[in-house]
């Protein structure tokens, strides 16, 4: 018996609807793939921009290098080990500060020194007369001891017009035998070898200091032949043998400036303290002549006294022998008996 035409018609629109279900079905799955798949992908971005940000960025060079930073995750682990074993380790006591064994004043020189300083009375000030005398009693060395005069001066080295610079004569020499050179026109070589030069020379003695060659002890040069040395200002300047005026070996009158220098003229000039340091000759001389050149120098100080000098001028004066103890001068009375018209 054949179905009525009504029902086939209701059979297919089922038919129809349960295929549209299936498709909108088989749509919404693959929509929820497509979903899944867009979750992933940003999933995964995430997580590579973390990495990214977790691990430091590396340059070719520097501290933030691949093996710099290596280095330092060493680094960073052996502190760690060294921590941990510490940690193991019991605890040991603190070692005592180390004991510094301070030199003793008195044992820094020797017996010879050490007696001779005992004859010194280091709270006293002496008069130059006693004062030359206690050094050439205190002169313990085998050769023939330099006598040295050191005086601290009230001025400021770094100021221009606080230098104190100047020569003098002493009296009674220096007991050293200069050699004196002399560069000067040909005209002045007789009265520069009359006078003592030992080198005389119109310009031969430049090639030899060129050289190296310096057998003399002063050189002294007239202003005309001052342009000549100026070749060799390396060679003198650095060993304080080039001619200056105010140390008197630039002038005209060679005789007179080579007489001086064989007689015992000293140059003497402030160092970075503001102390003369200047010899007036050796233990073998006589007090009379230790003292006489003593009084020329410090006379020859305050009349190097610079106008821009303030306070008090001379502030302290010493004596002492080569490798000998220092013997302290009265300031004032030295100044006294050095000029004793003023």
Do not use: C, W
Not at 139 to 166: I, W, Y
Not at 216 to 241: C, E, H, N, W, Y
């Amino acid at each position: 018996m054949a179905k009525p035409k009504h029902e086939e018609q209701i059979i297919d629109e089922e038919r129809d609807e349960i295929a549209e279900i299936k498709e909108d079905a088989a749509t919404e799955a693959e929509a929820v793939d497509a979903d899944v798949e867009i979750v992933a992908d940003v999933t995964e971005d995430v997580e590579s921009d973390e990495r990214e940000a977790a691990e430091p960025r590396t340059t070719k060079a520097g501290k933030r290098s691949s093996k710099a930073q290596r280095e330092a995750d060493a680094e960073a682990a052996r502190k760690e080990a060294a921590a941990a074993n510490k940690d193991a380790k019991p605890e040991e006591a603190p070692k005592p500060p180390r004991k510094i064994q301070m030199p003793n004043p008195l044992k820094q020189h020797g017996k010879g020194y050490r007696k001779a300083a005992d004859l010194i009375d280091r709270a006293k000030h002496y008069e130059i007369p006693e004062a030359v005398a206690l050094a050439k009693h205190t002169a313990t060395t085998k050769f023939d001891a330099t006598v040295e005069l050191h005086a601290n001066l009230g001025v400021d080295p770094r100021q221009a017009d606080q230098m104190v610079r100047a020569t003098v004569v002493l009296p009674a020499g220096t007991g050293k035998k200069l050699r004196v050179a002399v560069l000067a026109p040909t005209d002045k070589h007789a009265a520069a070898k009359k006078a003592g030069a030992d080198i005389v020379s119109d310009g031969d003695i430049i090639a030899k200091i060129e050289k190296g060659t310096l057998d003399f002890d002063v050189i002294i040069a007239t202003p005309d032949m001052m342009a000549q040395l100026s070749k060799v200002a390396k060679v003198l300047g650095p060993r304080g043998l080039m001619p200056n005026p105010k140390s008197g070996t630039v002038a005209a009158d060679v005789a007179t400036a080579v007489t001086q220098a064989k007689a015992g003229r000293v140059e003497f000039r402030i160092d970075k303290q503001a102390i003369v340091h200047a010899s007036i000759g050796k233990a073998s001389f006589t007090v009379d002549q230790l003292e006489d050149n003593a009084k020329a120098l410090i006379d020859a100080m305050m009349k190097a006294k610079p106008g821009a000098a303030k306070g008090t001028y001379m502030k302290a004066i010493a004596l002492a022998t080569s490798m000998g103890p220092g013997i302290k001068l009265d300031v004032q009375k030295a100044i006294a008996l050095a000029n004793p018209k003023k």
